[in-house]
């Protein structure tokens, strides 16, 4: 299957518009973002976990990354509320569930195989810094290597960003708004561009909220072999 998979071109993807579809697992349903792969795809997605739903033990062969929007996602490791960013490297196994429900933001097949660095991040009890020679702006590290950076922003009210995409860069609204391109951004959008494609937004009344990654477009993505 392939979604959204030219990635030399930009692509949004508005999640709020987008139906809900059933996974292979009852009670786990997601919305699509991009794809490159079959059973085994190099995918974006937001996926949305019923209350007592769960998925059967497996070992994430090329690494697992997500964030919690919503609710608790639970698994042998503990329990992670909203907010929380988790690196599951190449080879780790787990079982995920939620008691409760949630929702997450989840990448899979991105990471570098040889990485082996398990990252468990709670960003409620960590706190913004004002980003160097970017007023207006504040931003809380996640995670950085060869390879790619992740990041949360916040933007303040009426703001114009100026995003640097030398290699890439794709983020996801947590909360507010912005314009970019003409195009209106609100919760739960997502934007990816390519490579060298200069590009500035206009943030809402509201500021903005934003997961944020680059560098890891630098080099062209390709389907993971099954």
Known sequence: MELNSDFTKRV??????VAWQRSPMPGVERRMLDRLGGEVARATTI?????????????????????VLEGVFQDEHGDFPAGSYV???????HTPRSDGG?????KLWQFDLSDRKQVNI???KISFAAAVDRQGVEEMKLFHNDHEV????QWRPGLVVQLDVASGLELLVLDGSFVEGGELFVKHSWLRLPPGEASS??????????????GHLAETPTAPEE
């Open 47 to 67: 996926v949305r976990f019923a209350p007592e739903s769960k998925f059967s033990p497996h070992v994430h062969t090329g690494g697992e990354e997500f964030f």
């Open 122 to 124: 709670d960003t409620n």
């Open 12 to 17: 949004s993807v508005h999640a709020s518009k």
């Open 201 to 214: 937004l206009s943030v809402g009344m509201d500021g903005a909220r934003v997961w944020l990654k680059s």
């Open 87 to 93: 690196r599951n490297p190449p080879q780790s196994r």
């Open 150 to 153: 992740v990041r949360l922003e």
């Open 102 to 106: 949630c929702t997450i933001f989840v």
